[in-house]
Structure formats: structure tokens, C-alpha cells
């Protein structure tokens, strides 16, 4: 701000105070800063309407090399000249008149023409200045010296060319190189040498098409190693494979003819248990038998004493009625002498006699039938007693029968047990074995996936030129693996196969070469 103080008086002279004034003049200081700065640092020439250098600055001076405005005045007409932009061509002078009349202002690059010849590029503007009616009144050029701006970009375009120019060389290098690895040549180097700049680049692209020279070398000579090896294990695990089943098919037969061999010792045991029944029945049967036959020889040997007693009886019997005849006998003589009177008691000794002599007669025959019946009970007693003996015979070897029956059941239950272990021991080799065979299926599987993969390696490795002696597209030739039998489906793992595995485990040809080895 700026101020101006006053005093006030009245018409006596006598002051009655001040007056303060205070003026903004930010803006007129900042224009004359600005004004500064472009007197500095721009070049300002202000022209007439004819062309006449009216007023120059001192940067202005300086660059054209005049002492004075007076010196530069005579040329005034020739002091600036337009040239070609890099998007437009220089306007003309008419057409600079023209746009200056119009109240356009002309920008833009021109030639200042300074004393002794001498030419600066200067960037900048021609700005109509009218006068109060609007008439051109005068034109101020302001613009700045881009002479040395203009050399260094020259400069640095020639380095951007040359720059340019050698990583057209080295990209062009680079890529013939490239090209040559993609197509597999890894013998070819870049022998030219490049700009000092990208020389380690070239060094570099050299070491590693060595380096990736040697690597494909060493996978080459691996994948053929590799491919060998796997066709050997693919082999070796194809006829592991069908071993594996044949043993696990064999197996299978040997469990169905355990399973089989087991039913029979059991219904062997079954059968033994119920002949031991049996046996021991009969052993009863004979053992009551031999009871019974002691019993009937001792009612035999009651019957004979029986007899005997009976027979006894009989003598006696006969003896009474050969006394009793005697006594008739007697009793009939004195009844005779006797005579008349004793004729009624010789008729009851007559009857006496009579039924004595019948007596006589029957104890007679009852003696005959018990000497008949004591003969027979007699052979009856022996044949009971041989009956007897007989009967302890058999039951000696009915015992004997049935011990060995219990024996042969025993060991029949033992085999049985025995045999229900191995069947169990069996199926689970079975099963053991049929994992195996499934394991051994995804090995076989494994082995020529990794034999396909070798061949893949092998080739892809084969298409890299390595020497001199093999071109890139070169197969590689080696022997294919042996075939094999087809991968068979996935081997069950259950404890049973059908009639038809076992027949193909049977008609499985035996593949044997190699197997010592592997």
C-alpha cells in the first residue's frame, strides 16, 4: 500500500487534523517486476508501423552484437525472419501483416540477423499493440534465444540416431541369434563384434547359447540313458506284472481247493462224530447185550439146578410109586389070601398099583424130558456163555471202534482247524498278492508313462542342432522298447477271481528273458 498524509485546517489556518490516502499498488509493483524480469531475461524489440526498430533492450543488443539502437535501426526490416516450424511452415510476410493488422498475434521460431552476419534462432511472438481507434500503432517482439538449445538438441538427435543405429545392429544381431536357437542351432554365435556399449550383451548371448548348448547335451545323453533304463523296468515290470498274476491266479486255485479240502475235512468230522455216535451206541448196545447174556446164563444155570432138583424129585416120585407098587403088590397078594373079604381091597390095591405104575411111568417120562431139558439148558448155558464171550468181544472192539473213532474225529476236528488257518492264511496271501498284482499294474502303467515321457525328452531334445555331424531335425535312433503285454485293467483286490481270469492266467504265455537280471 501506499500513503499519503495531509493535514486539514480551516479558513483560520488553524489545523484540525490529517488525512490519510492509501493506495493499492500491488498490481503496479508486480507489473513492474514483471516488466524487470522481461528487460532481464526475454528479448524485447518493439517495431513501427514501418518497420523501424523503435526499442530494443539490452539482452537484445548483446545477441545481435550492435553498440547501439541507432546502429540496428538500418536494419530494421531485415532484424527478424520466420522459419519453418517442425509441424508448419514459416508464414510469409504478407501473411504476417496481414495476421498483425487483424489483431493477431504471430508466434512462433525466427532468425535475428545481428552485426557482422551473424544468425540466432530465437522463440517467440510478435504482439500488435492498436491505438485508441484500433488502428496498428506499433508491433513488440518477445521471445527468448534458443540458439544453443537448438545446437545441443542437434547434438543429442545425432546421438539418438547413432544410438539408435547401433541397437538397430545389436537387435538385429540379437535376433538372427534368437532365431537361429529357436530353430534349434545351438552351434551358431555372434561373432561380430558389437558398439562398446553392448559388447557384454554379445559376450553374454554367447555364454549362454554355450551354456544351453552343454545343458541340452547333458538332457540329451540323459533322456537316451533314461529311455534304456525305463525300457528295461518297463519290460522288467511287464513280466513282474504277469508273474504277479499267474501267482495270484495259482493262488485263487489253491484257495477254492483249500475251501474245498476244508468243506470235505469238515463233513469228514461230522461224519466221524456221528460214527463215533454210533460206535459208542453200539459199545452201549453190546455192553447191555454182554448184561444180558450174563443174566440168561445165570437164569440157564438156575434153570439146570432147576432141573436137577426136579429130576430129584422125579427119582423120589419114582421111588414112591415102585413102593407104592410093591405095597400094591403086597396088599393084592394078602387081599388073595384073604379071599372073599379081602376081594374089595384087592381091587383098591389093583387101582393102587394102577395109579402107582402111572406114577411110575410119568416120573418116567418127566425124568426123560428133564434130562432132554437139562442137555439142552446145558447147551444153552454154552451157547450163552459163547453168546457172553462174544458179546464182550464185540464189545472190546466196539470200545476199541470207538476209540479210535474219537481219535480219527479229533484229528479230523485238528485238520479242520489246521486247515481253516491255511485257508484264511491263503486268502490273505491271496489278497496280498492280488495288491500286489494292482500295485504291480500301476508300476507297469508308471514305467511306460515314464518311458513315453523319455521319448518325448529324447525328441524334444533331438530337435537341437548339437554338433556339426547331426542337423536339428535329426531323430534320434535307438531300439524301441520290447513289447509288452497291454496294461490290463485294474487287478481286483477281493479274495476271489471268475473261471475266466484263471483261464487267462493260465493260457499267459511265461515271459522269462530278463528276469535273473532284473
Same mark, same amino acid.
Given at each position: 500500500?501506499?500513503?499519503?498524509?495531509?493535514?486539514?485546517?480551516?479558513?483560520?489556518?488553524?489545523?484540525?487534523?490529517?488525512?490519510?490516502? +492509501?493506495?493499492?499498488?500491488?498490481?503496479?509493483?508486480?507489473?513492474?517486476?514483471?516488466?524487470?524480469?522481461?528487460?532481464?531475461?526475454?528479448?524485447?524489440?518493439?517495431?513501427?508501423?514501418?518497420?523501424?526498430?523503435?526499442?530494443?533492450?539490452?539482452?537484445?543488443?548483446?545477441?545481435?552484437?550492435?553498440?547501439?539502437?541507432?546502429?540496428?535501426?538500418?536494419?530494421?526490416?531485415?532484424?527478424?525472419?520466420?522459419?519453418?516450424?517442425?509441424?508448419?511452415?514459416?508464414?510469409?510476410?504478407?501473411?504476417?501483416?496481414?495476421?498483425? #493488422?487483424?489483431?493477431?498475434?504471430?508466434?512462433?521460431?525466427?532468425?535475428?540477423?545481428?552485426?557482422?552476419?551473424? #544468425?540466432?534462432?530465437?522463440?517467440?511472438?510478435?504482439?500488435?499493440?492498436?491505438?485508441?481507434?484500433?488502428?496498428?500503432?506499433?508491433?513488440?517482439?518477445?521471445?527468448?534465444?534458443? !540458439?544453443?538449445?537448438?545446437?545441443?538438441?542437434?547434438?543429442?538427435?545425432?546421438?539418438?540416431?547413432?544410438?539408435?543405429?547401433?541397437?538397430?545392429?545389436?537387435?538385429?544381431?540379437?535376433?538372427?541369434?534368437?532365431?537361429?536357437?529357436?530353430?534349434?542351432?545351438?552351434?551358431?554365435?555372434?561373432?561380430?563384434?558389437?558398439?562398446?556399449?553392448?559388447?557384454?550383451?554379445?559376450?553374454?548371448?554367447?555364454? $549362454?547359447?554355450?551354456?544351453?548348448?552343454? =545343458?541340452?547335451?547333458?538332457?540329451?545323453?540323459?533322456?537316451?540313458?533314461?529311455?534304456?533304463?525305463?525300457?528295461?523296468?518297463?519290460?522288467?515290470?511287464?513280466?513282474?506284472?504277469?508273474?504277479?498274476?499267474?501267482?495270484?491266479?495259482?493262488?485263487?486255485?489253491? =484257495?477254492?481247493?483249500?475251501?474245498?479240502?476244508?468243506? @470235505?475235512?469238515?463233513?469228514?468230522?461230522?461224519?466221524?462224530?456221528? $460214527?463215533?455216535?454210533?460206535?459208542?451206541?453200539?459199545?452201549? @448196545?453190546?455192553?447191555?447185550?454182554?448184561? #444180558?447174556?450174563?443174566?440168561?446164563?445165570?437164569?440157564?444155570?438156575?434153570?439146570?439146578?432147576? @432141573?436137577?432138583?426136579?429130576?430129584?424129585?422125579?427119582?423120589?416120585?419114582?421111588?414112591?410109586?415102585?413102593?407104592?407098587?410093591?405095597?400094591?403088590?403086597?396088599?393084592? #397078594?394078602?387081599?388073595?389070601?384073604?379071599?372073599?373079604?379081602?376081594?374089595?381091597?384087592?381091587?383098591?390095591? !389093583?387101582?393102587?398099583?394102577?395109579?402107582?405104575?402111572?406114577?411110575?411111568?410119568?416120573?418116567?417120562?418127566?425124568?426123560?424130558?428133564?434130562?432132554?431139558?437139562?442137555?439142552?439148558?446145558?447147551?444153552?448155558?454154552?451157547?450163552?456163555?459163547?453168546?457172553?464171550?462174544?458179546?464182550?468181544?464185540?464189545?472190546?472192539?466196539?470200545?476199541?471202534?470207538?476209540?479210535?473213532?474219537?481219535?480219527?474225529?479229533?484229528?479230523?476236528?485238528?485238520?479242520?482247524?489246521? +486247515?481253516?488257518?491255511?485257508?484264511?492264511?491263503?486268502?490273505?496271501?491271496?489278497?496280498?498278492?492280488?495288491?500286489?498284482?494292482?500295485?504291480?499294474?500301476?508300476?507297469?502303467?508308471?514305467?511306460?508313462?515314464?518311458?513315453?515321457?523319455?521319448?518325448?525328452?529324447?525328441?524334444?531334445? @533331438?530337435?537341437?542342432?548339437?554338433?556339426?555331424? $547331426?542337423?536339428?531335425?535329426?531323430? &534320434?535312433?535307438?531300439?524301441?522298447? !520290447?513289447?509288452?503285454? !497291454?496294461?490290463?485293467?485294474?487287478?481286483?483286490?477281493?479274495?476271489? &477271481?471268475?473261471?475266466?481270469? +484263471?483261464?487267462?492266467?493260465?493260457?499267459?504265455?511265461?515271459?522269462?528273458?530278463?528276469?535273473?537280471?532284473?
Amino acid at each position: 500500500m501506499r500513503a499519503s498524509i495531509a493535514a486539514v485546517t480551516d479558513g483560520d489556518g488553524t489545523q484540525l487534523g490529517h488525512v490519510i490516502e +492509501l493506495e493499492d499498488v500491488t498490481q503496479a509493483e508486480l507489473n513492474a517486476a514483471l516488466l524487470n524480469a522481461l528487460e532481464t531475461r526475454l528479448l524485447r524489440v518493439d517495431f513501427a508501423r514501418d518497420h523501424r526498430v523503435l526499442h530494443c533492450n539490452r539482452p537484445v543488443l548483446a545477441l545481435t552484437g550492435f553498440a547501439s539502437l541507432e546502429e540496428m535501426r538500418p536494419s530494421g526490416h531485415d532484424l527478424l525472419e520466420p522459419v519453418d516450424m517442425p509441424d508448419a511452415p514459416a508464414p510469409s510476410a504478407a501473411e504476417v501483416e496481414a495476421r498483425l #493488422v487483424a489483431g493477431d498475434a504471430v508466434s512462433g521460431r525466427f532468425r535475428m540477423h545481428g552485426a557482422a552476419g551473424a #544468425v540466432h534462432v530465437v522463440d517467440g511472438a510478435l504482439n500488435p499493440v492498436r491505438s485508441a481507434e484500433g488502428a496498428l500503432e506499433r508491433v513488440v517482439f518477445l521471445g527468448a534465444d534458443i !540458439t544453443d538449445q537448438l545446437a545441443r538438441m542437434e547434438i543429442l538427435d545425432a546421438e539418438r540416431v547413432r544410438i539408435a543405429q547401433e541397437q538397430q545392429q545389436v537387435v538385429s544381431a540379437l535376433g538372427r541369434g534368437l532365431g537361429k536357437l529357436s530353430e534349434g542351432d545351438l552351434l551358431h554365435s555372434l561373432d561380430t563384434a558389437f558398439p562398446d556399449d553392448y559388447e557384454g550383451l554379445r559376450q553374454d548371448f554367447n555364454s $549362454a547359447a554355450h551354456a544351453l548348448k552343454e =545343458a541340452m547335451i547333458a538332457v540329451h545323453e540323459n533322456a537316451i540313458s533314461i529311455r534304456s533304463e525305463t525300457t528295461e523296468i518297463s519290460g522288467a515290470a511287464d513280466d513282474l506284472a504277469q508273474r504277479t498274476e499267474r501267482q495270484a491266479a495259482t493262488l485263487e486255485e489253491t =484257495a477254492t481247493a483249500l475251501d474245498q479240502l476244508t468243506t @470235505s475235512v469238515k463233513s469228514a468230522v461230522s461224519g466221524a462224530d456221528e $460214527a463215533s455216535s454210533i460206535a459208542q451206541g453200539a459199545q452201549q @448196545s453190546a455192553e447191555e447185550g454182554g448184561r #444180558v447174556a450174563g443174566q440168561a446164563v445165570v437164569a440157564m444155570d438156575a434153570i439146570r439146578s432147576s @432141573s436137577q432138583e426136579i429130576s430129584k424129585i422125579t427119582g423120589v416120585i419114582g421111588d414112591i410109586a415102585f413102593q407104592t407098587n410093591l405095597l400094591a403088590l403086597n396088599a393084592g #397078594v394078602e387081599a388073595a389070601r384073604a379071599g372073599e373079604s379081602g376081594r374089595g381091597f384087592a381091587v383098591v390095591a !389093583t387101582e393102587v398099583r394102577a395109579l402107582a405104575q402111572r406114577s411110575s411111568d410119568a416120573a418116567r417120562d418127566i425124568n426123560t424130558l428133564i434130562s432132554e431139558s437139562a442137555a439142552k439148558v446145558g447147551s444153552g448155558v454154552e451157547l450163552v456163555n459163547r453168546t457172553g464171550d462174544a458179546l464182550r468181544a464185540i464189545v472190546t472192539a466196539v470200545s476199541d471202534i470207538s476209540a479210535r473213532v474219537s481219535e480219527i474225529a479229533g484229528s479230523a476236528r485238528e485238520q479242520s482247524a489246521g +486247515l481253516s488257518e491255511i485257508n484264511r492264511a491263503v486268502n490273505e496271501l491271496d489278497q496280498v498278492t492280488q495288491q500286489n498284482a494292482g500295485m504291480f499294474e500301476e508300476t507297469t502303467a508308471a514305467s511306460h508313462a515314464l518311458m513315453q515321457e523319455a521319448e518325448s525328452l529324447l525328441a524334444a531334445a @533331438s530337435r537341437f542342432r548339437l554338433s556339426d555331424t $547331426a542337423p536339428a531335425s535329426a531323430a &534320434v535312433s535307438a531300439p524301441r522298447p !520290447t513289447p509288452g503285454r !497291454t496294461p490290463s485293467a485294474p487287478v481286483r483286490t477281493a479274495a476271489r &477271481v471268475d473261471s475266466r481270469a +484263471l483261464a487267462a492266467a493260465h493260457e499267459a504265455p511265461a515271459a522269462e528273458t530278463g528276469w535273473e537280471e532284473f
